[in-house]
């Protein structure tokens, strides 16, 4: 977000002839919008970390080499699954 065309924005609000009370609710405003460009900016800055942090993990955890045999079994077909369900019901 632009927070500084939003305190432009807010700056064409205060003329000569604003009251003062409407001043101070909008200088209250602009500090509020100070609050959320700090947060923003936290937030960025975590994201950014935690980002950083998977990409690291993913190096980490690299695929490495093909795939063992046993790690990587076929699909069952459906009679070899009911024979399977059968067996574990007979004993």
Known sequence: MDFNKVRELLKGLITDSTPTEEVEKIGKI???IDNLEKEEQ???????????????VIKDTSFKGAPKEEDNPQP?????CFKEQIEKRKD
Do not use: N
């Open 30 to 32: 602009s500090g509020e």
């Open 76 to 80: 069952k077909t459906l009679e070899e």
């Open 42 to 56: 936290d937030f960025l800055k975590s994201h950014e970390d935690l980002r950083k942090k998977y990409i690291e």
